[in-house]
């Protein structure tokens, strides 16, 4: 699986937008790019998760690079039950998502 | 959203017996199972997938003989931890898909065990 690289925190402000930043250079032209989150003491959420094209739902948008060495997570408006840590990982076929450290964000009132 | 259940969410036991722990696919079919440890303030580590009637795939580092895994349907997975000892304590979590390609994977709510 490709390699990502994410901040490992990130703090924002309640209702103003959220911007997490993915790097995953050696991504290939066959992976997916997923999101999850995960608030304490939870198992993980999904988020969104995407190709090529920038993608959107009721969570959140995920925007990606036009060479897809990277993507960034859009949470339009903070609220306090965002904060979580967020993980990006790049999958061919989701049957080998592996996790890395994930950015902690907190969302301050 | 495809629901993942987990039972127990936490149990706590003595060093030496088993336990089971049963993941669930509520709303579909699984055709494939994973498996999960976090230890506090870690990441999610992939401990083993199971296809269901077929032998799982342990990850470089997992004992298969102590963590035993059974995928005996398409809507249940069960992890069984044999004589657990206190480094066994951690947070456990079953994902699954349906099994489509680009798939996402959907999750438990984990299952907390403790080993005195």
């Known amino acids: 699986d490709a390699k990502t690289t994410q901040p490992n925190s990130m703090e924002s402000n309640e209702e103003e937008p959220v911007h997490l930043p993915c790097n995953h250079s050696t991504i290939s032209g066959t992976d997916y790019i997923h999101w999850y989150r995960q608030l304490p003491s939870q198992g993980p959420e999904y988020v969104i998760h995407?190709?090529?094209s920038n993608v959107n739902n009721r969570m959140a948008s995920l925007a990606i690079a036009e060479d897809r060495k990277s993507s960034t997570l859009i949470l339009h408006r903070a609220t306090l039950r965002d904060a979580a840590v967020y993980y990006c990982?790049?999958?061919?076929?989701?049957?080998?998502?592996?996790f890395g450290a994930g950015t902690r964000l907190t969302v301050k009132p | 959203g495809a629901v993942v259940s987990q039972h127990p969410s936490r149990v706590i036991c003595k060093s030496g017996t088993s336990v089971k722990i049963e993941c669930r696919s509520l709303d579909f079919q699984a055709t494939t199972m994973f498996w999960y440890r976090q230890f506090p303030k870690q990441s999610l580590m992939l401990m083993a997938t199971s296809n269901e009637g077929s032998k799982a795939t342990y990850e470089q580092g997992v004992e298969k003989d102590k963590f035993l895994i059974n995928h005996a349907s398409l809507t249940l997975s069960t992890l069984t931890v044999t004589s657990a000892h206190p480094e066994d304590s951690s947070f456990y979590i079953c994902?699954?898909?349906?099994?489509?390609?680009?798939?996402?994977?959907?999750f438990g709510p984990g299952t907390r065990l403790l080993v005195l």
């Open positions: 994902s699954a898909t349906p099994g489509l390609a680009h798939e996402t994977q959907y």
């Open positions: 990982i790049i999958s061919y076929n989701n049957n080998d998502m592996r």
């Open positions: 995407g190709l090529t």
